[in-house]
Structures are given as structure tokens and as C-alpha cells.
């Protein structure tokens, strides 16, 4: 787990984002350098950064790994007091069916992106209901946290990428987990040494259940990273939108 204990303090935890994309991913704009993003970080007093770009299918590792390769030289050769992690937003893109699944592939961080139902090829339920994805996602979750394969879940159980092709609010698929379902997914991901990340733009678009989330996060003793997901210089300081964040958390 990369953070070893649960930090509920909101504050404290945007000392840490653990979220950010460089512009080897192609959502990302240009001026997501390595080195605008780290004197961003400097700019916002951030102690820690994980870089994160998306990989999906075990095909793509070779220029994924090349890129990283590039990302640890620069990091290395860097002399500064913030810590800066290389790892990925990887893809559990199916039932028992994730990016690093059965290899042994060295990486710093990694955050796996299991709700990105709008990627072709990622599974979809046989019959398309809110409560299905709801399930799928479950079944999802439960055999790559067995596998202990993730440090920590991006963007979790949050509906919000099936809004364009279902025309569902963001909130169609959170509100089909109940307290209890949350509950235990967030004890097996504890008991699995993984984090759930308080994804800041999932907790604005799913309010209700980044709400839940926490709450039931903190009574159980679960580890939760920030992430603001950033894909712009000016989304990487998340005291941008912290007080949002915590209007809806606290
Ligand atoms: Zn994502
Ligand atoms: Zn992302």
C-alpha cells in the first residue's frame, strides 16, 4: 500500500497528488512536460506527485515502459525535495482481466483505472442497467484485489464515464451500491493493501457517493489518496479546488 496509514485530514492529504498525466498521454495537453509539471508542483508546496499515464492492454507496455524509462532519467537527474513516483494509470479492463496480470513488470505506482466503460473493448454488461455495471464493476474490483495487483483504485465506482453513451446522470450507477456493498469492497481493498482515491473531479460529479465513500472509508480505517487527474499545468495544484472538494466530503 503506499500509504500506510488513513489520512482523513483533506488538507493534508493535497500535500500528495498522486494523479497527474504527461503529455505522453494523448488526453493531455502539450505543455504537460515533465519539467512544467514539476515546477507546478513546486509552485503549489506539493511534497509528493505520482505521474500517471494511461495503459491499457499488455501490447502497449513496450512504449509505455520506454516512456517511463525517459520520465525515471529525468526524475532521477533532478535534485528537488519533492517526491516524484513513475507509475501509470493502468486498466482493469474486464473480469480477471488487467494490464499487468501475470507479468512481472517493474513500476512505482500503480493506479488502476477499472470504470473506463466508454474505452472500446473494456467489458460491458449483458444487458446494459445501471445496477449491471454496478455488479460488473464488483466482480471487476474483487479478483484484482485479490491479486493484490493495484496500489490504489482511480476514480472508484464512479459512473460518470457511461454518461455520453447512456444518457444516465452521474449518479445513475453510485446510487445502486448500498452502505453495505461500499463498506465491503472498501474492507477488501484494505485487507488487499490497496488505497481508494478521492478522485477530485468523481467527488463533484458523484457528490452522494464520494460522500459515502469517505465516511464509510473513515469508520473502517481504509486509505484513501488525492488525485486531481490532471491533463493541465494549472489542474496540478489541487488547492484550486479543495474547498469544493471538502464542501461535498465534509
Ligand atoms: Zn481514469
Ligand atoms: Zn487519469
Redesign the pocket.
Known sequence: MFLTRGIYDIDELAHYNL?I?TNFSGCAKPEMSFENIVSAAKQAGLEMIAL?D?IYKPEDLKEFNENCKILRKKRDELDSDIKILIGG?FSCYGTDKYTLKGLDFETEYRLY?QNHFHVKGWEQPDVITPENYKELTKAMLRNLLKDKAADTI?HPLNGKYLTKSTGWSNEAVGSCWTDNEIGDILTDAYNNECAFELNTGAVLADAPLARRMYNIGKEIGAVFTLGT?AHTLESVDPKRILDEVKRVLL
Open positions: 494523479h498525466h500517471c494511461h494509470e483505472a482511480a487527474d
